[in-house]
């Protein structure tokens, strides 16, 4: 396959599983910029117009698929492939969904949510529920390498990256990778304009995303699993002031899941939000953070809000 | 017992476990100011010329006592306690140290390891180890109310507050506590200097503390658990660019280990940091997030380490 300096990889070119056995699409150079035309997570199933009835027909064998591979010339096990993430444009419209059985309360969002929302572009606010303006950072969720071994879902991250859903990972951010096998055979997809740390519904914002990244061996670092620099975007992400809620005890994921309900009644009693629209909401813009996870044996994890959502 | 509008907890004021059995030291009016002068976690046992050998020697009976408690008029249980946070001033110095059997990765740190700081006062950076300057963000690891029963130790948080360990609860901040007995019944103490979220070391750059509250008993608010509006100023903590290291995997508390462990490989790598320095500037200085909790059966967490210390 011919080496070259920049590639495009077409929005067709997508694979449905992390496997050292898909062949790349192309082969880039290492330092080569690689273009994605990327289709949402649902792989083009919803539209701008679709309603919750359409969450009922989506097939999930479709869902989260990743363009690429990429093969980048030198690149050998034992190397880090260091991915520059220059530039992510959203389209004008994603979708947020609570799809039954997923996410952190699936045990109790029982019935299909959607929501859809118009996207102003790479910056600014969207309008996600009336008066409730969610800041677009967009990324994407997946972004990985091939793993050693495969088949393996794309819904689950791993040492190699894939599903890490990661809100930090916008344009200026720097990611590096371990690399399993030779090329490093690199893949991404999954955008999102915005999320809280923690996609607690199981979605974000998702949305059709072209992609710019560079993708360079690094043979002078080693790294067991993904490591990143923030962009100083990333690091400007509006946090100023939130509330915050806390879950207590002894399960670090009940403790989460005591958070998001706290954060769930916040946004009830305070903001007038319907269940399911504040379990949405928390996806695409509250933060779980671990505020303690030494007091043994009760660990806390918080959820915070930015209040600026509301201004 | 007097009711005041504003009242004065001494150092020597404190209890050493939750319990509504303990009596009030004193009584204020809803809406009054409490002063509190406390002692650090270890209660006095360190100073600012300990060495690591004062470790091994220290009375664990004594550690992290809370000064109170002070019954609150008219709050009763089902009420909220509002927790205005005025102001905190730590002394002019802290400590942080590794204690055998105690933090995120006791089971690798098993010698003791103790480092003092100088502290510049209430705002400002101090400098933990040569050339890295932590930010000072002063607040209390302790701070709670009457559990419903009792004694308790006060290691472990829970609903009641207690030792959250949350670093977002400066002054300015604004906490909501549930009440669980007649006056509430309100204590703190663990001044802490500086700390990341996690206190993954299991302790913080830990300093006697002299704070201002204002308590409010809130009748038309009921909350279930600690609640808290962030402040400008616990908004303003410096985030900038970052570098960050995941931990990927079907536990929570495994991922974050795995988090701090690539953050002590990379202080090691990066900034020639030895294992038991990089562990505990990682309890004071570096934030570990909930990046990803749906994509099962992985979860991310992610340590954040702010790249301004170094600067």
Redesign the interface.
Same mark, same amino acid.
């Given at each position: 396959m011919e080496t070259r300096s920049s590639v495009h990889v077409a929005r067709d070119r997508f694979h449905l599983a992390w496997d050292p056995a898909v062949p790349p699409v192309a082969t880039v150079a290492s330092g080569g910029v690689v273009d994605f035309d990327t289709l949402d997570a649902g792989g083009g199933q919803l539209t701008a117009s679709s309603t919750v009835d359409d969450i009922g027909t989506l097939d999930f064998s479709r869902v989260d698929q990743v363009n690429g591979p990429v093969e980048v010339e030198s690149a050998e096990p034992g190397d880090t492939l260091q991915v520059d993430l220059l530039d992510f444009q959203p389209a004008d419209w994603g979708w947020t969904a609570s799809i039954p059985g997923?996410?952190?309360l699936a045990d109790e969002f029982t019935e299909p949510l959607l929501r859809i929302t118009r996207l102003p572009g790479a910056t600014g606010r969207a309008e996600f529920l009336p008066g409730i303006r969610v800041p677009i950072a967009p990324f994407c969720g997946e972004v990985g390498v091939a793993p050693p071994t495969g088949p393996r879902s794309t !819904?689950?991250?791993?040492?190699h990256g894939g599903?890490?859903?990661?809100?930090?990972l916008t344009a200026g951010a720097t990611l590096f990778l371990p690399v399993f096998v030779a090329g490093a055979r690199f893949s991404l997809g999954d955008g999102h304009a915005a999320q809280g740390?923690? %996609?607690?519904? &199981?979605t974000a914002i998702e949305t059709p995303m072209r992609v710019r990244t560079r993708l360079t061996v690094r043979k002078d670092l080693h790294? +067991?699993?993904? %490591?990143?620099? +923030? /962009?100083?975007a990333g *690091?400007g992400l509006p !946090?100023?002031?939130?509330? *915050?809620? #806390? &879950? =207590?005890g002894p399960d670090?994921?009940g403790a *989460?899941r005591?958070a998001v309900h706290?954060m769930i #009644?916040?946004l009830g009693r305070e903001h007038g939000l319907a269940p399911g629209d504040a379990y949405l909401l928390c996806s695409v813009a509250v933060?779980?953070? !671990? /505020?303690? =996870?030494?007091?043994?044996?009760?660990y806390?994890? +918080?959820a915070?809000c930015p209040l600026s959502i509301f201004e």
């Open positions: 997923f996410g952190l !819904i689950p991250p791993d040492l599903n890490m859903d990661t809100r930090h740390d923690g %996609e607690v519904c &199981g790294v +067991t699993g993904p %490591e990143f620099l +923030t /962009s100083p *690091a !946090i100023g002031r939130r509330y *915050a809620t #806390d &879950g =207590i670090l994921l *989460a005591d706290r #009644d916040w933060d779980l953070r !671990i /505020s303690e =996870i030494v007091d043994m044996p009760h806390v994890v +918080t915070h």
